[in-house]
């Protein structure tokens, strides 16, 4: 995605708070016709890591514990385990 043109759309906050997604929410955004979606990805198992964790969206993600199904597992450091 790196050479993506881009848009800046500006949507108000309290329609993403009424969404229930925050501004620490993980978002994926999609097409259809007539339509831009933008909505919380119910799991991070179809997450595809492109190897740029200065700019990944699951930096954010807190330690769960489950590292065998955790998408950061390859670059884990360790640190949620010390929280």
């Not at 179809?46 to 199904?69: G, H, I, Q």
């Amino acid at each position: 995605m790196k050479n993506e043109q881009f848009i800046l759309v500006s949507v108000p906050l309290d329609m993403f708070l009424e969404a229930g997604i925050n501004t620490e929410s993980i978002i994926q955004v999609s097409a259809r016709e007539g339509k831009i979606i933008i909505d919380t990805p119910d799991t991070t198992e179809d997450y595809v890591c492109d190897r740029d964790c200065d700019n990944c969206p699951l930096n954010a993600v807190p330690c769960e514990f489950n590292c065998e199904n955790c998408p950061c597992e390859a670059n884990c450091d360790g640190r949620g385990l010390d929280e």
